[in-house]
């Protein structure tokens, strides 16, 4: 009887110890984090002297570059280029689209959307179409769509407390709708920006044109416009409204980049890896300081704290640049793949890709009930002084998607930072330095690097 209860008491005690030194060391990384952090400089860096960098461009290349000299100089274990084709798309000159009623034109702010092709060089003018989703266009089909722009007009659903939610709903009609439109013989499609905000900033983002399919051209519209075009066309009987647009995309042959990966080596198990992530490539339009600069730059971050503040990872801690997530995903599989061919095996994979705002959590793709319960006995109080404690189910993010599929047993984990005000700036102009903020971006480095080390040093099962 008494040694049973000595047992238990030894572990009671020695669990009580082992959160008393997880919670000093994870104050030691804020500390850290917020004092000396350089994710800031370094975005800055990012975003001002090399700026825009999709995918093919000059400015992923020199991003590259430059990601391998930052890391090379924080003298990780290994740093190294991941070799991965990527596709490359060029939006060209500046895309111009108005509505045209009678006489009066009326100047809309358009942006292609990544894959489309050109408009012929005069542009298109056709009628307008307006659906609100593509079960409405369906419905509609061939008879009323042939030969119109095809206007996808559904709005943000705002009732969605994480945006990212929204963002998924409305997104189907900038993903899907130009080729599903093309099917009933529209000649063109414009989409309304897919963001909560009412403004002036058309937000581009990639569409999928389906084998088979006429290829049409697509852009998006900004929501000031989308709403100024649906009243038009519903106050305007005859004549009817028409559209003007005209833009210079083009689809070049693929191009050879890469993924940028620094290493951490495991004391214990150095085959046994921890990642953690976020996208080099950005949208053509602006910085891509969002999205996802501070996701990279947060990444490696994550890397400098551990080492600066000595620790010694059992397990393999890496810090990945993925290349193309924006227009292809070529990087996300790519790494995949090499994780699967070099047998490697992957404890976890966490993603930083929805801004850098200050950090609320994280969610575990596919994770059940009671792994959600176990996670949250285990880490959430180390977590809460921080506010980085939501510890939920939901998905891990599109680059280290892949992994799931090479190496079955991984946890796929997403970064979650407060999302209110990401989808104002998603893809657009406005995506710059300037908006976002060196505490909170701070503060997700710290979060990351302290769910980093208590899965290194507890594991997930
Ligand atoms: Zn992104």
Known sequence: MMKRYLLLAALFFSATASQAQDSLFIRKIYDEALVNGQAYDNLRYLCKNIGQRLSGSAGAEKAVTWSKKLMDGYGF??????????????????????????????????????????????????????????????????????????????????????????????????????????????????????????????????????????????????????????????????????????????????????????????????????????????????????????????????????????????????????????????????????AAADKEEHIAAIETDEGGFTPRGFSFEGASPAFIKQVNAKFKNLLEPYEADRLVEGGGGTDIGPLKETVPSIKLIGFRPDSQRYFDIHHTANDVFENVNKRELHLGAAAIASMVYLIDQHGLN
């Open 77 to 338: 274990d290994k740093v190294y280029l991941q070799e991965v084709m990527v596709p490359h798309w060029v939006r060209g000159a500046k895309e111009q689209a108005y509505i045209i009623d009678g006489n009066k034109k009326i100047a809309v702010p358009i942006a292609a959307l990544g894959s489309s092709i050109a408009t012929p060089a005069s542009g298109i003018t056709a009628n307008i179409v307006e659906v609100k989703s593509i079960k409405e266009l369906e419905t509609l089909g061939e008879s009323v769509i042939k030969g119109k722009i095809v206007f996808f007009n559904g709005a943000f659903d705002q009732r969605f407390i994480e945006t990212g939610a929204g963002y998924g709903a409305a997104g189907v009609q900038r993903f899907a709708g130009p080729s599903a439109a093309a099917k009933y013989g529209a000649v063109g499609a414009i989409v309304r920006s897919i963001t909560p905000a009412l403004d002036d900033y058309p937000h581009t983002g990639g569409t999928v044109y389906v084998d088979g399919v006429t290829k049409i051209p697509a852009a998006a519209i900004s929501t000031l416009a989308a709403n100024k075009l649906s009243n038009m066309l519903r106050l305007r009987k005859l004549p009817l409204i028409k559209f003007y647009f005209k833009q210079n995309c083009q689809t070049l042959p693929d191009v050879k980049s890469y993924n940028v990966i620094g290493e951490i080596k495991g004391s214990e198990n150095p085959n046994k890896f921890i990642t953690v992530g976020g996208h080099l490539d950005s949208w053509d339009l602006a910085e891509g300081a969002h999205d996802d600069g501070t996701g990279v730059m947060q990444s490696v971050e994550v890397l400098r704290i551990l080492k600066t503040t000595g620790y010694k990872p059992k397990n393999s801690i890496r810090a990945v640049f993925f290349m193309n997530e924006e227009n292809g995903h070529k990087g996300g599989i790519k790494y995949a793949e090499q």
